[in-house]
């Protein structure tokens, strides 16, 4: 079986790699979890996730 690529993935507010094989599109994005409880509670709110994610990922390396 071929390994997965792993990914950068907001948790709780701090990036960790995931291999996305729990995911969910929207709006033609993919968006990876760790685990399903993970996926279930970002699409309670998808709207307000995505944008902390965004904030999150677009913001300098520290």
Known sequence: MP???????LVNGEKNLTDCSISEKIDGKTYC???NAA?????????????KAQETFSAPKE
């Open 3 to 9: 390994s997965r690529r792993r990914r950068r993935v």
């Open 39 to 51: 996926k279930e509670a970002f699409l309670k709110d998808p709207a307000a996730n995505i944008a």
């Open 33 to 35: 979890f760790g685990n």
